[in-house]
């Protein structure tokens, strides 16, 4: 299955009532099959600009990033449950790409740009990529029949 990640935006609550919103949305993603594999509490924080949501309008907002595994075919039942939720005031479910493990020795990177091996292979694609000019025979450094 896929990891996905969501940012989640909570209206200002007392514990008790934050707790049980976070059940509570737990709880959903549950019930679609997923697994939430870390959930990340960032505080409670100003908002850049007002949101407007559910006929209220907030300018602060506890925040939390869920990171779940969930089947692709879920998402769009996942994001009409938290648009619902009076308590979220925004939400958004992106999908996380795995990194590639890039090598890179010291070695390699103390080099001059010269001797760096992808710099050479730059330098073999610009030599493919140019074209000759027009090379004639008479000495000259121009063609001189061209108007």
Partial sequence: MITYEMPLLL???TRPELVSTLK???GI???QG???RRLDSLGT???PYRISSHGAVHRRASQFIIEFVVPPSSIKILK???ERDIDVVRSRIYKVEELTPVECTL???ILPPAY?????EMVELAKKKFKPKFKNNTGLSYYPFQK
């Fill in 80 to 82: 009409d449950e938290f």
């Fill in 29 to 31: 993603i549950f019930d």
């Fill in 107 to 109: 070695h390699e990177e």
């Fill in 116 to 120: 760096r091996k992808d710099v050479q």
């Fill in 45 to 47: 924080k100003d908002l």
């Fill in 24 to 26: 509570r949305t737990a």
């Fill in 11 to 13: 209206r200002l609550m």
């Fill in 34 to 36: 997923g697994i939430i």
